[in-house]
């Protein structure tokens, strides 16, 4: 469907974005997959090769003339912002937010600021080995791909305060400050138009001068112009293209005083106190005045430009959003009012925010409407905010106090400050390019600051992060790989300070220096054609002074009460150890029970550690043969933590890589929770004064064996006093209590619908009980574990069923039920229609249970507690009635969910 070679293409939502060689940047609808639909496309002077696309905008890398920034806020109609040709040929490109990472052919990978999309600049370069083909975003890194490898870009950090490079003392009171590539322009007051080579940032050297006229302030540039304000003359128009010889061209006289500007396209825009001053610069030797905006009030102190919208310090207390898509008709299309911060200069634009400069305050005003730009947040600084420079998600502030800087506005409405330099004299202007800062600071000079660092890690080496979050130091180390051709190895235990190497060897090996912030890393040499070092796997353990306890684990199928220790060894519980070798390790337990914990308090008794004398762990208290021991702060080493711990027994130290030991808990898990139990171990050296202590740890255990089902189980049907049980008492340690059930048929399954009797005794009498009820019984644990059910070892009485001589009705049972309780009643020798039904209290019907004839004999109905619906009823009191010929009778019975 697209007529020329596609080469590269980007997804965004529905959209396909497509580098075509010979149509630039085409848009493809992709939300039907089998029908794919050419929406737009977007011309380029020369063959589209790469594209990315983040938000409203799109990066091509478009060859020979280098990349173009592409608006597709509308993807029906994409248009060029801007273009920045580059020396190499561009070749691929990714994006994330503001900034552009561009391959510019052969060997160069460039970062662009498109903070302000018409204008695209360099702001950073890292020169690579080989020729670069391909760039990736993942993280904090720029991968670039090549003939010498992978190489791993690092995208810049904040340098919070700013560090300061380079100073340098120009003749007279540095103000305005633009940079353009290797250059940086001052407005030097008095002193005229300086230029200064920034090709190195840390030793600038001036470059030249020029005597434009008396208060120079700040200079916007475009291509080899600059464009000066002059406090009194209005725009200076001076020709750059020779930086070591500027010339002034002419002036262009403003009405009121040209202290601030900004260039877009062939006009310049000027804040010169009474209005905002469009000038024409078509022709720059012959600058005129366009157009005018009036302040509604007060004075036009700053300016920023944004697409068609110039933002406006209207001091004191407006911005004032000027549209300017008809440069030499602006008019005023929104204003904002802030109130009780009036401000002097400041004005800068990122995305849809605009930070305002307060008096000791920055103002964030959301511009997304710029017709209504309402606030959004504010930062309180000390001194009053001068000067601003956006750069990627950090605010540049020259403070006419503080002196220069740094706010994160990574969220805009909440701006953070992140630190500042306080300047010997007051900061006037700024700018930002690459990883530094320019300062004009107003009796001092030309200042220049670090405020980001990049790195290049280099192809042939990788790096970890910190293995271990613990603050405790490391004393033995091992390692193993798996590995091809060369790589070598090094650790550092002062997270990277200092590097020593190591043979991945997997032996154990003492640290060559005590530290808590273990790293690796690796150096892969390349060795010939077609041999690439690699590392597939990494095997790292390390050991502390004290042991592990890497877990508590329940001991399966027991009676509960148990739990094993699965532990690793102290760094010092090794034959080689000479100085102070673990010779013991002991295992406590934390006692959480209070009763026991007065016990100790209120006894004298005291025993002694073994080989402990002189220490804090010498002493201990016994109490009913048992030993205990107080617990102080906790620092791994010496010291036991916080509470009162019982001693459990002890074990010698047999140098094992593991141990693995039984501890009882204090409790079994059951329904109602799991309570754990807290250990923790001691590994002690033959010198009495040097053991440490392992961090505590938990587990919990668990009954996994129900007691014996229970025997002799023995039904007596008794028509006059109902149905009398009786069994043999449970011999397990751990019995709680029987459960007795009843049902209909000896096949039936015991469950909570029929349970009728909980207890602790061997017999019970169940006084509604009848000739056709069948029983079972079970024994629980006191962790809930539940037996098997017995049933009836003998049965006497069962042939002795009276024969009903009348109609007679019982209460149910169980009474109270929760679930499912029994109705019996009687029916004659003759039989008869029959009719039991359930009432609430209100009288309505509920249930109705019988409804027919029914024959001779004792009977037994159950009801479920559900209504004619098939819906639970809920707990309370209801009645049941019982009509038969010549015979009417009607109980309550009680429903506890």
Known sequence: MLDDSALDVTIAGDLAYVATAGAGLSVVDVAAPDSLTLVATCPLPSNAVSVAVDGNYACVAAGESGMHVVSVEDPLAPFVLGALDTPGTAT??????????????????RVISIDFPSDPRTIGTCVTQGYISDVELAGDHVYAVGTHGLHAIEIADVVAPPLLACAYDTPGRARGVTVEGDYAYVGDRREGFRIFDISDPE?????????????????????????????????????????????????????????HCEVEGNYVYVSDHVALQVVDVSDPANPMLAGSCPPVSGQIRGVAIAGDYAYVNEAPFHLMVVDISDPENPWVAGRCEISGTPSLYGVAVAGNYVFWAGTGTIVVIDVTDPTSPTIAGECHLTGTPREFAVSGNQLFVANTQAGFSVVDITDPPNPVLLGSYATEWQARGLDVAGDYAYVGVYESGFYVFKVYERYDHAADTGQSLPVDDLDDDFVRFRFSTSQVDSITWELSMDGGAGWAAQEPDWLWTVAPSLGSDLLWRSTHTYTGRGLNPACTSLDLNWLYRFPVIDSVIDVPNDQGGRVRLHLTRSGYDFTEESDTPIVTYNVLRRVDDLATRQALLETRSEFRMAGAENTGFAHGTELAGRRFVTGGAFAGRGELPPGVWEVLGSFAALQEPEYICLAETLADSSDGGLPHSVYCVTAHTAEPSVWHCSYPDSGYSVDNIAPGVPTGLAVSYTFTHGNELAWDSCPDGDFQYFRVYCGEGEDFVPGPENLVHMTTETEWTDPAGTGWDHYKITAL????????????????????????????????????????TTIRFDVPSEGGKVTLEIFDLAGRRVRTLVDRHMTAGRQAVKWDGLDTDGTRVASGVYYCRFRAPGYERTFRLTILR
């Open 92 to 109: 691929d490109v990714a994006l994330t937010g503001n900034y552009a990472y561009l391959v510019d052919a052969p060997s160069v990978v």
């Open 203 to 259: 030793d600038v050297t001036l470059a030249g001068f020029c005597d434009v006229a008396e208060y120079s302030w700040q200079a916007a540039i475009a291509g080899d112009h600059a464009f000066l304000a002059c406090e009194h003359e209005g725009i200076a128009s001076i020709d750059i293209s020779d930086p070591s010889d500027p010339t002034l061209l002419g002036f262009c006289d403003t009405p009121g005083t040209a202290r």
């Open 781 to 820: 644990d006191h962790v809930g574990n539940e037996s098997d059910p017995a049933a009836p070892e003998t049965v006497t009485g069962a042939e002795e069923v009276p024969t009903a001589s009348s109609f007679a009705l019982y209460q149910s049972s169980p009474h109270p039920a929760s679930r499912v």
